[in-house]
């Protein structure tokens, strides 16, 4: 069984940057990812990273976000740099135990994080 532990959202300016930390206890996970969710809106793929350390972006992140793994440590991060107000979403950090030819799919993963919320003001 695998919990999920996240920090670092918080309210930042235009341009500005963020790192989102997931800590992960228990059962080693194969893929994490993120994802997010706006009001209103349906939850959104942001980004993922295997264990061997592929990695994979929505298009609307590439070049602002990057995703990295501590293995030693089985955490996750998520460096938002770049931030613009559409960025704005309670961002969920999840867990895979299974091998997948997509990590896009929320339903790869087994284990939710509860969310931290970022905000970003114009």
């Known amino acids: 069984q695998v919990q999920l532990v996240e920090s670092g959202g918080g309210l930042v300016q235009a341009g500005g940057s963020l790192r989102l930390s997931c800590a992960a206890s228990?059962?080693?996970?194969?893929?994490m990812g993120w994802f997010r969710q706006a009001p209103g809106k349906e939850r959104e793929f942001v980004a993922a990273?295997?264990?061997?350390?592929?990695?994979d972006y929505v298009d609307s992140v590439k070049g602002r976000f990057t995703i990295a793994r501590d293995n030693a440590k089985n955490t996750v991060y998520l460096q938002m740099n770049s931030l613009k107000p559409e960025d704005t979403a309670v961002y969920y950090c999840a867990a895979s135990t299974s091998l997948s030819p997509d990590y896009s799919d929320y339903k790869t993963y087994d284990t939710w994080g509860q969310g931290t919320q970022v905000t970003v003001s114009s």
């Open positions: 990273i295997t264990w061997p350390g592929s990695t």
């Open positions: 228990g059962r080693t996970s194969y893929a």
